[in-house]
């Protein structure tokens, strides 16, 4: 039994992409089924020239692949076959749901996704390790880059001095602010960064620590300059403040670049390489600070739990921020 996920149209951003997968992962550890990506398939993040969706930047989820499950088309229709948005045509039994086909992170399946029982689910053998513990292990598992994708890393690290010694600092940026007031996010400059870092176990300011500074806004890193502290940051990445946040219309005038490409400034390519490779250097390094209301942050915390960089606390030790909704558990929550 088989879930094939299709990364065509889903136009949220990276993190919340990761979290998806680790979420539909679950599912399918739950219902016993193999998790396989589409093929081709056309992930906004891929650009215009690779068709391998998921796997553009990433290792397989499985051994298995979308030709296990489907056929090429045939005159014999029944009522077992099922057609997918592409006309291909799916072997799927319809009294046991042999094949089931996800599509974007924002399509009906979230309906399915999001049921408690399911968003809670940990295997009985690792229930005593808890939810975040085995969230953060699915995230490890699906975010396994490819080769080139670690080695372009590794390049920009060397380039701009980054060591595994860094704390590193993920400062969201303030043109996101419109879509989440509802969830009491941080949109400010350093100041509480750097006293959450000083406070924590072995802080910053007391062993003379580089930071390692991630974010989108340039006016960021314009503040970390002006006040003199030691900081590193990748001074060739593009910044696009903003940009790949979806707008609603009447909302923002902010374009989307994916499928790929209504933001001609948006190269979106390079976006996910070095959206890849701060998420890479931030669970890797010495400490971390960032907002428990990114995705891209908590997503950075999942995979230091995973390496047991940081420890599965709910609390609020490496978080600016909180919210509201979920106030038993400042520093994580299992929503996408």
């Not at 749901?97 to 049921?115: A, R």
């Not at 314009?222 to 990748?234: F, P, T």
Request: charge should be negative.
């Amino acid at each position: 039994r088989a879930v094939v996920n299709s990364f065509d149209r889903a136009y949220w951003g990276l993190a919340v992409n990761v979290h998806y997968l680790t979420v539909l992962l679950n599912f399918c550890l739950r219902e016993n089924r193999t998790l396989v990506t589409a093929k081709p398939d056309h992930w906004n993040y891929g650009g215009r020239s690779c068709r391998d969706g998921w796997e553009c930047y990433f290792e397989p989820l499985s051994e298995c692949t979308e030709g296990d499950v489907w056929q090429p088309y045939t005159s014999d229709i029944r009522d077992d076959i099922h057609f997918d948005f592409r006309g291909y045509l799916y072997q799927i039994d319809t009294s046991r749901e042999q094949t089931l086909y996800f599509s974007n992170v924002d399509g009906p399946w979230l309906k399915i996704l999001n049921d408690p029982a399911l968003k809670n689910f940990v295997p009985p053998a690792f229930e005593h390790r808890g939810l975040l513990w085995w969230r953060s292990q699915l995230a490890r598992f699906v975010f396994r880059p490819k080769k080139g994708v670690l080695e372009y890393t590794q390049a920009r690290a060397d380039a701009f001095g980054w060591t595994p010694e860094t704390v590193g600092l993920h400062v969201r940026h303030g043109d996101k602010a419109w879509d989440v007031m509802h969830q009491g996010s941080y949109m400010g400059g350093l100041a509480p960064y750097l006293q959450k870092a000083q406070a924590a176990p072995g802080g910053t300011a007391s062993e003379g620590r580089t930071l390692f500074l991630s974010t989108d806004d340039a006016a960021v890193l314009d503040e970390a300059e002006r006040s003199g502290i030691k900081a590193v940051w990748d001074d060739e990445e593009a910044r696009f403040n903003g940009t790949h946040v979806f707008s609603p219309i009447g909302v923002s005038e902010k374009r989307w670049p994916g499928f790929p490409g209504n933001d001609p400034a948006v190269d979106t390519v390079a976006y996910a390489l070095d959206s890849i490779k701060s998420i890479l250097l931030l669970s890797r390094g010495r400490g971390f600070v960032g907002t428990a209301t990114s995705c891209f942050s908590r997503l950075v915390y999942q995979l230091r739990v995973a390496s047991r960089l940081s420890p599965p606390d709910l609390g609020d030790g490496w978080t600016v921020d909180s919210d509201p909704r979920y106030p038993a558990s400042p520093g994580w929550f299992a929503d996408p």
